[in-house]
């Protein structure tokens, strides 16, 4: 057996988001050997969508140690501590930046393996989005179908593609469904910007709550992702919870918020429009539907689940219409139903305790994109970074040496607000008036 699967292992997550922490936390558990003892460190870029201590806690993983940073600080800490895997769960401007940062500060010393990926569904932007994380040692595909996307991109552009490794989503799980619960519960899985305006977000709701009152003996959820003023992987301009104000719900429809995986124990038929949650229903064999009422559109994201038999409207639930899940999709979009992602990890775990054994270390980080080879997109990608052309922190980049003072507080906060007050709504009024 190597010695990195037995040996304590030292694995660091950088993420930019709640729902990226929770993907990046749990991808780095489920790639360290069971019989390794493992400490884990959080690192939380600082940015608009920085989670807070109520996000933190509702998705309910625990690191070791857990710290909000800027780019600069944690290029630092990676310098000044040693570990032996390093998962960066950021958008993909921000993979790149940190590729490069870490060239940087790493040179051709000793450096951890570092693995990147996607925390759900990838259904836009895939060669842009995947060119921005090559340079990773691994860059995970959360399914047989985004695997050969993957390596197809790569391939196509005479990129490395060895470092494409299939595994499945970490946060599939749950006992499987058996029956329906008393009462009958219908869950729909709002998204923070799907769909992105007020007239189909207040349809979307609409139905919801006909449905309800169609069915008074059923248990109706809404389920959030963010509270007000909350940011999530995704912006959302117009809140559910803003929606429904002035509203008249009947008693059996519920706003909730909480871990998903808790609200699927109690879930007899999971809707929504494209979001990860119908993958964790699916995998648990919930019955599940993909709304199709504003269309099968690719600025929906809807359009991945083409083939999948979850595809209904609102009208066609109304009528009795109960889907039934193609088990050949289903297969190939990682959602192991048959019981086999015990095991979707185990490629991963390998090639991680390989790449820990390497005679001589790993060699430096070899992005895709340099500024030969993208010197028109690079130095953009890697200035909102507060990086230099050869990745290293600009003067007067950021930096987050100690805790802020009470003023600093203060400005951040302000600064959140108003950024906040920008996207809710100043945004949506300029959108209508270019409408006009």
Known sequence: MPASATKSLRVAVLADSDTRWKWGALTAQRLTPSAAGVRLDGYLLRGRATPTPRQLEEVGVRADSLREVTGAEFLRAMTEESYDVLVLALVGGGVQ???????????????????????????????????????????????????????????????????????????????PYTGEHDPFTVVFAAQPSVPDNRRDRAYLLDRLIRHARRHPEREVLLKLRSKPGEHTTHIEELPYQKLVQGKDLPANLRLVYGHMGEVLDRTDLLLTVSSTAALEALHRRVPTVVLTDLGVRETLGNHHFTGSGCLASWDQLDAGHRPSPNEEWVARQGVAADGGYATAFDTARERIAKLLDRPGGLPPLTPYYTPETAPGYLPGILARHHLGPDGAPLPGAPAADKAPGPVRQIVRRAARGAYRHGVQRVAPVIRRMGEL
Do not use: C, Q
Not at 147 to 161: N, S, T
């Open 97 to 175: 930046a940190m590729l490069h940062g870490l060239r940087n500060a790493w040179g051709s010393g000793p450096r951890p393996a570092v693995v990147t990926g996607y925390v759900g569904v990838v259904y836009e932007k895939l060669t842009d989005g995947l060119l921005l994380r090559h340079g990773a040692d691994l860059v995970l595909a959360n399914s047989r179908h985004d695997a050969d996307r993957f390596r197809a991109v790569y391939e196509g552009v005479g990129a490395d593609a060895s470092s494409v490794t299939e595994v499945a989503l970490p946060f599939l799980g749950g006992e």
